[in-house]
């Protein structure tokens, strides 16, 4: 048996029994190793492709929800600036009442006092005709000289007041 050698110091059955060995060992890596690796980085691969699309969706969500927020937010907005102009035409519908009422009690006040001071002008007016009709009687009574009675100079005085009172 010869020895097939290169002058190199090479031998070639270490050289084909590497290659076969290593060929073998592709092999079995292909079937055992590299199958499953490969299946692992599909499933990787498919998990971060959904995890991407999970992403995208979420923010489109955020997106939306942000968008929904700044309309409530306007809407919020609207309203209280109609209930803030809402409760000044209020307050000044109000304030319009109750000058009306103050007025409307001013006249009331005003037509009350004169009604008054109308009644008690009358009262004094009677009061000033019963005492001038006292003084009257006592006067013709003293110049006279006799006593009329009392209900003769009261009828008598008191027609020539009204005489007076119908000249004017």
Do not use: C, H, Y
Not at 8 to 31: H, P, Q, R, S
Request: proline residues 1%.
């Amino acid at each position: 048996m010869q020895k097939l050698n290169d002058p190199n110091g090479l031998n070639l059955g270490d050289i084909i029994a590497t290659v076969t060995m290593f060929l073998l060992l592709m092999l079995l890596l292909k079937k055992f190793a590299w199958g499953p690796l490969m299946g692992i980085m599909d499933q990787r691969a498919e998990m971060i492709a959904t995890e991407i699309e999970a992403a995208e969706k979420s923010r489109l969500e955020s997106q939306s929800l942000l968008e929904e927020q700044r309309n409530l937010l306007k809407e919020a907005r609207n309203d209280a600036q109609a209930i803030v102009e809402n409760a000044r035409e209020q307050g000044e519908t109000q304030r319009e009442d109750i000058i009306m009422a103050a007025r409307n009690e001013v006249a009331r006040l005003k037509d009350a006092a004169a009604q008054e001071i109308a009644s008690e002008k009358e009262k004094a007016v009677a009061a000033v005709r019963e005492e001038f009709v006292s003084l009257s009687v006592l006067a013709a009574s003293k110049v006279l000289g006799k006593e009329l009675s009392e209900e003769d100079n009261r009828a008598l005085i008191e027609e020539t007041i009204a005489k007076a009172g119908d000249a004017r």
